[in-house]
T-cell receptor, first 113, second 115 residues
């Protein structure tokens, strides 16, 4: 049973560009959350998607947006990249209510130059 | 507001020593989960333990043990007879009681085990 799959694993972008990161949740999971982990810090919650809608959002600017598809997979989009957006982006999926199984992917390491 | 504090930024011990990683949390929720994750250099978050707020029993898993004290809002993690492979960054974290709740992480403790 595949866990959470993220792509790409590494990415280098230039300031001002836009980037899209992808996440496939674990089988049976319908909720996807995204986290940003800057170097030397703990992961910080960006937002969560459920039923193709953003359900919760952390303290991140509107440059960060997302999408969830009918098959529960998700994308994280970041516009107008800043050097400070360089980080490890982690996707996590969780199952429907009634069971617990918060599962993280291996992450996408984004470097903005 | 929810908050997790890991006051120890870095710890370095010699192999086979015991080491305790401290974690203090803040929440107004009466029901919540506490976690410990390990992050090796590869970057993947490795789940170690989840403990709900109702269960204050200490837990032991091999060389790992966890001490949850609700009265002091602490959830400390001890590695007994440390090994070089234990070297990693360890995160303590807190979430609400739903599987959809966001997880609040501490800033992490970098543990180095010297041979």
């Amino acid at each position: 049973d595949a866990g959470v799959t993220q792509s790409p694993t590494h990415l280098i972008k230039t300031r001002g560009q836009q980037v899209t990161l992808r996440c496939s949740p674990k089988s049976g999971h319908d909720t996807v959350s995204w986290y940003q982990q800057a170097l030397g810090q703990g992961p910080q919650f960006i937002f969560q998607y459920y039923e193709e809608e953003e359900r919760q959002r952390g303290n991140f600017p509107d440059r960060f947006s997302g999408h969830q598809f009918p098959n529960y997979s998700s994308e994280l989009n970041v516009n107008a990249l800043l050097l400070g957006d360089s980080a490890l982006y982690l996707c996590a999926s969780s199952p429907p209510p009634g069971s617990y199984g918060y599962t993280f992917g291996s992450g996408t390491r984004l470097t903005v130059v | 507001a929810q908050k997790v504090t890991q006051a120890q930024t870095e710890i370095s011990v010699v192999e086979k020593e015991d080491v305790t990683l401290d974690c203090v949390y803040e929440t107004r929720d009466t029901t919540y989960y506490l976690f410990w994750y390990k992050q090796p250099p590869s970057g993947e978050l490795v789940f170690l333990i989840r403990r709900n707020s109702f269960d204050e029993q200490n837990e032991i898993s091999g060389r790992y043990s966890w001490n949850f004290q609700k009265s002091t809002s602490s959830f400390n993690f001890t590695i007994t007879a440390s090994q070089v492979v234990d070297s990693a960054v360890y995160f303590c974290a807190l979430s609400g009681y739903s599987s959809a709740s966001k997880i609040i992480f501490g800033s992490g403790t970098r543990l180095s085990i010297r041979p």
